[in-house]
Every structure is written in structure tokens, then in C-alpha cells.
Nanobody, 115 residues
Framework: QVQLVESGGGLVQAGGSLRLSCTAS????????MGWYRQAPGKQRELVAE???????NYADSVKGRFTISRDNAKNTVYLQMNGLKPEDTAVYYC?????????WGQGTQVTVSS
């Protein structure tokens, strides 16, 4: 099992910044993908950014140039730096890890962007 604990959400005005953190514990060996998804009210959960096997990154088109995913392997932690936040970025953000075909989720952290 993999446990994921997120932090860093909150309320921010449009144009502001937030940084989310996600720390993994448990059976973290062989995690091959780790990143962030989000779910807005009434919408499906969607990919925001992730590290895939080999250290490559994927970003949703809607966040490219504004959000940056990074990681600290020594701390088993992935970060999401969010700049230039827009009201449409308002959602619950979930950390995700994938290991041997199994998907793991954090509890989610609320990000609210006011206009």
C-alpha cells in the first residue's frame, strides 16, 4: 500500500500563487507515476501534472506555463507550484501515485481562487 498526504491548499485571489505538497509513504518502491489531479464541482477528475516513468512530465494544456511540478526524492515528496491562478482553477486537488497498475489517492486539498 501507498499512503499519500497532501498539504498547501487554501483561498487565494486571482493571479496569486499556491504550492501544494504530497508526501508518499509505505510501499513506495516502484512507484512509476506520481502527480496531481483535480476535481471541480460537477466535473470529472482531471490530470493536472505528473511525473511518468523516466522522469518525464505531463501537464494539462490549461495549466501549461502557469503550474510547475517538482519533486524531492530524498523526502518522497512531489510539489505543485501554481502561479497565475484563475477562478477556473478552483477544485479539490488530489495527489496520485501509480505502482504496478494500482492507483493510490490522497485525501484531497481544496484550492479556491476568488475573482
Amino acid at each position: 500500500q501507498v499512503q499519500l498526504v497532501e498539504s498547501g491548499g487554501g483561498l487565494v485571489q486571482a493571479g496569486g500563487s499556491l504550492r501544494l505538497s504530497c508526501t508518499a509513504s509505505g510501499s513506495i518502491f516502484s512507484i512509476n507515476t506520481m502527480g496531481w489531479y483535480r476535481q471541480a464541482p460537477g466535473k470529472q477528475r482531471e490530470l493536472v501534472a505528473e511525473f511518468t516513468g523516466g522522469g518525464k512530465t505531463n501537464y494539462a494544456d490549461s495549466v501549461k506555463g502557469r503550474f510547475t511540478i517538482s519533486r524531492d526524492n530524498a523526502k518522497n515528496t512531489v510539489y505543485l507550484q501554481m502561479n497565475g491562478l484563475k477562478p477556473e482553477d478552483t477544485a479539490v486537488y488530489y495527489c496520485n501515485a501509480q505502482r504496478w497498475g494500482s492507483w493510490y489517492w490522497g485525501q484531497g486539498t481544496q484550492v479556491t481562487v476568488s475573482s
